[in-house]
T-cell receptor, first 116, second 118 residues
């Protein structure tokens, strides 16, 4: 199947610092990628839709200045958690759909962020 | 608005037996897709099976089959011959399929934790 690679898989950072998470579609181009957040024992909640060459669309309640999304190419979207705080600790995961008649969304491996 | 409901927080199944994970959905869209994903403890989301709203036959992928009942708005996942490696969280999800095949984001249910007993 199609491959989406997310990096890093695990990161620990100090409160107040910023963390960048990369999401790459390795064998297809993705004009749209999605960023989700998952708290322990809960479901995935959409944070934002990343659009290549334009601004991301954020879900209600998600601070766009805190969670910066850049989708500069058809194969790369980045999520930067700025001025991270302990409450930002969570599992972040991206997805992309190959299109071309293939309906399924493929996910990156996810990033477990711990802010200390 | 779209909504996915998974009413089973946890399920147990004996190894080699079949198990059904329930999923009901609500949408006003005519064209949509239904998905099942497996999430092991590592956190990755593994695509299992897909059913389109206009597909007349139930989808099957190896040991996975989707029991699609459109009138009841249900899309249950059936896993046959359970294996110990099937122990994981299972999420039902749906997305709108718009004009020209454009696809929105996935809406997820709360998930069902499946435990396979040896």
């Amino acid at each position: 199947g199609a491959v989406v690679s997310q990096h890093p898989s695990r990161v620990i950072c100090k409160s107040g610092t910023s963390v960048k998470i990369e999401c790459r579609s390795l064998d297809f181009q993705a004009t749209t990628m999605f960023w989700y957040r998952q708290f322990p024992k809960q479901s995935l909640m959409l944070m934002a839709t990343s659009n290549e060459g334009s601004k991301a669309t954020y879900e209600q309640g998600v601070e766009k200045d805190k969670f910066l999304i850049n989708h500069a190419s058809l194969t790369l979207s980045t999520l930067t958690v700025t001025s991270a705080h302990p409450e930002d600790s969570s599992f972040y995961i991206c997805s992309a759909t190959p299109g071309q008649g293939r309906p399924e969304a493929f996910f990156g491996q996810g990033t477990r962020l711990t802010v200390v | 608005a779209q909504k996915i409901t998974q009413t089973q927080p946890g399920m147990f199944v004996q190894e080699k037996e079949a198990v059904t994970l329930d999923c009901t959905y609500d949408t006003s869209d005519q064209s949509y897709g239904l998905f099942w994903y497996k999430q092991p403890s590592s956190g990755e989301m593994i695509f299992l099976i897909y059913q389109g709203s206009y597909d007349e036959q139930n989808a099957t992928e190896g040991r996975y089959s989707l029991n699609f009942q459109k009138a009841r708005k249900s899309a249950n996942l059936v896993i046959s011959a359970s294996q110990l490696g099937d122990s994981a969280m299972y999420f039902c999800a749906m997305r709108e399929i718009g004009y020209g095949g454009s696809q929105g984001n996935l809406i997820f249910g709360k998930g069902t934790k499946l435990s396979v007993k040896p």
